[in-house]
C-alpha cells in the first residue's frame, strides 16, 4: 500500500545552515527538527532528506564525510525518537574539481533524479506527499516532481523569500516558521481532510 512521504532538505531546514559542512562537529540539528519527523513517524509519513552536497565535486571535502554526517545525524535523530526512511543526496556539481564527480546529472535538484531514486526503494503516494525546503530550488524540485512545497524560513528561507521569491516562477504552497511548523501544517491538513470526506 503506498504512503505518503516528506522530502525535506538538510541543510538550514533539518540542521543549521553553515554553508558547507566540511566537519561533524559542524552538524547541529534545528531546534524542534526531531520533534518534527518524530510526529511524521507517528502519522505514517515516509521520512526522507533529498539534499545538494556538491562540496564533495568541488573538494571541499571527500564523500565520506558525507556519509559519516548522515549517519551522525540518524543517530541524533533516534535519541530523540525520530527515524528517517531514507538519505539521498547528490555530490555532483559541473565544473567541480573532483573529476568523479564534476559532471551534469539528474540528481542535482532543483532536477528529480533524488525523488525518483526514493520512489524506486519506496512505495510513495506522490499525490499526497510534500517537499520542505529553506531555498527557491526546493519550490521549483516541488513542481518538477509533481507535489506541494512548504518554503520555511530557517537557513536561507527568510532571505530567499524576501529577495528572490517575489519575481521566482515556482511559488510554495505554504509558508512555515520552521520544519516542525511546516509538519504541523500537513499533519492537520490531512486530518481535517479526512474529517471532511468522512462525512
Not at 564533495?56 to 564525510?65: S, W
Not at 524540485?141 to 527568510?158: C, E, H, N, P, S
Request: aromatic residues 10%; charged residues 20%; neutral net charge.
Amino acid at each position: 500500500m503506498k504512503r505518503p512521504a516528506v522530502f525535506m532538505d538538510r541543510d538550514g531546514t533539518v540542521n543549521e545552515q553553515m554553508g558547507y559542512i566540511n566537519h561533524i562537529q559542524r552538524f547541529v540539528l534545528l531546534p524542534g527538527a526531531a520533534k518534527a519527523i518524530h510526529l511524521l513517524n507517528r502519522q505514517g509519513y515516509l521520512a526522507i532528506i533529498v539534499s545538494n552536497q556538491s562540496g564533495v565535486a568541488r573538494g571541499y571535502f571527500p564523500i565520506g564525510l558525507v556519509h559519516e554526517i548522515h549517519n551522525h545525524m540518524r543517530r541524533l535523530l533516534r535519541q530523540e525518537g525520530a527515524i528517517l526512511d531514507g538519505v539521498y543526496f547528490c555530490p555532483h556539481y559541473p565544473g567541480g574539481k573532483v573529476a568523479d564527480y564534476s559532471v551534469a546529472c539528474e540528481c542535482r535538484k532543483p532536477r528529480t533524479g533524488l525523488i525518483e531514486q526514493a520512489s524506486g526503494e519506496f512505495s510513495i503516494d506522490m499525490a499526497r506527499s510534500y517537499i520542505i525546503g529553506d531555498r527557491c530550488t526546493d519550490m521549483e524540485l516541488a513542481f518538477r516532481a509533481g507535489m506541494k512545497g512548504i518554503m520555511v524560513k530557517t537557513g536561507y528561507g527568510l532571505g530567499d523569500l524576501t529577495y528572490v521569491m517575489p519575481t521566482f516562477p515556482y511559488q510554495p504552497f505554504h509558508v512555515a516558521e520552521d520544519l516542525l511548523d511546516a509538519v504541523h501544517w500537513i499533519v492537520e491538513g490531512d486530518s481535517a481532510s479526512a474529517c471532511s470526506h468522512r462525512r
